[in-house]
């Protein structure tokens, strides 16, 4: 996958949806999950079978999957934390915030960490669904699922 770049989805009939990949330089720089996917976009890609396996069952943590965050760096310690998670758990964004290096003060960091949830951009990768009182950046029955898959 180094040195593949491109956009890549697919129809998911598990999910009544699609999958769409960003790909640069062989990292992965984004995850969405669109109603419609264009007509040019390519459909092969391991990834993309990957993440249908997951969503059908399959247990898989995808830590060596390379993303590229392009985020503040606050927001992507917070999200590097949050890929240590494993699959079947959750944390609250307290118990990430202390996951997370450094010393923080957690009334006035917790904005930080919903902050960086919101904008991962590599949800699923990053699994922001796992964060038991935060918001996701998965459409509403994406999350659903993929926790319903992983029994959170």
Known sequence: MHDVAGIYGRELSVLERSVQIGIAQGRVISVSFPTQLDEDIAGEHELLDRIEAYLSGEQEEFSDVTVA?????????????????PYG??????????????????????????????????????????????????PTEVATAVQAVEGL
């Open 69 to 85: 965050l392009t985020v503040p760096t606050e927001q992507r310690k917070i999200l590097e934390a949050l890929r240590t998670v």
């Open 89 to 138: 758990e959750s944390v609250s964004m307290e118990q990430l915030l202390r996951m997370t290096p450094g010393d923080h003060d957690t009334e006035e960091e917790l904005p930080t960490v919903r902050t960086a949830l919101l904008d991962n951009p590599v949800p699923v990768l990053i699994p922001t669904h796992r964060v038991s009182d935060a918001p996701s950046t998965l």
